[in-house]
């Protein structure tokens, strides 16, 4: 007959409350720029393929439609009948161009790639489309009758007797107002921390101390997701660098270290 057992490192007699926590990972969206040895490779390999290949078409496109013009101002100087080049240069390379290039700024604009409006915003999930960003925040206790907001953590909930991908699942759910594509990954977690109550949250919450399980999430698409004022005070989305300025504890930083990893 098999025995399951639930062991616990905890000292026989102490209260502890369990929190289920999230990693919320907006993935990056687009390729990051090439390092300063990835650019002196790529344009190495691009002059070797320029100085071995074969012109495309859009080259001899190119090619022919300046003999055309060249051509047609012939032509015009002497004053001649243009009609032989009737048809020729109703659409010329250029103009095919032009319209690349339009399409280009269309899709620049689309995902505020490049310079914009969300790069230095720390609440938008639209910013820093390269690199890998997590959501931080002060959040407001369940439990506490106070104003107390929590120092800058990744979002939590408070354990009621169900499975704690669950609790993670009701974390996410209380996190945002609406509808967003979050994925929770696993039904186990990938660390936990162990935080003692000061005396005055002791006395606050009836525990002795936390003890935190954290699951990895992803978060879907670029739609800016609203975030529930009732249990948040503030957030930021936040680089790999700036979460490990922004959350001040060294320990809990390090338990999660593995989800910062690019």
């Known amino acids: 007959m098999s025995v399951r057992c639930l062991f616990s490192t905890a000292a026989p007699g102490r209260r502890i409350d369990i929190f289920g926590a999230v990693v919320l990972t907006r993935f990056p969206i687009i390729a990051p720029a090439m390092s300063e040895i990835e650019k002196r490779f790529s344009d190495q390999v691009l002059q070797v393929e320029a100085e071995n290949s074969l012109r495309s078409n859009h080259e001899l496109r190119s090619t022919q439609d300046k003999k055309l013009l060249a051509r047609k101002e012939q032509l015009e100087k002497e004053g001649k009948d243009l009609s032989e080049l009737e048809g020729e240069l109703s659409f010329t390379a250029e103009m095919q161009e032009d319209e690349w290039m339009k399409r280009a700024a269309e899709i620049r604009a689309k995902y505020n790639l490049g ?141 999660i270290s593995s989800a910062l990893f690019e």
């Open 115 to 255: 310079e914009s409006k969300h790069s230095e915003d720390p609440n938008s999930i639209r910013r820093c489309l390269d690199r890998k960003l997590i959501l931080v925040v002060k959040q407001k206790l369940q439990n506490r009758s106070d104003d107390y907001r929590t120092p800058w953590i990744v979002p939590q909930r408070k354990n009621e007797g169900e499975t704690l991908r669950e609790t993670v699942e009701k974390c996410v759910e209380d996190l945002f107002v609406g509808n967003n594509k979050v994925t929770v990954m696993g039904s186990a977690p990938f660390a936990t921390y162990r935080h003692k109550y000061p005396k005055k949250l002791r006395d606050a919450t009836n525990a002795d101390e936390a003890q935190i399980f954290f699951f990895d999430a992803e978060i879907q698409g670029l739609k800016e997701p609203s975030l529930n004022k009732s249990n948040v005070s503030e957030y930021m989305w936040c680089t790999p660098e700036e979460f490990r300025k922004t959350v001040a504890k060294r320990e809990y930083r390090g338990v």
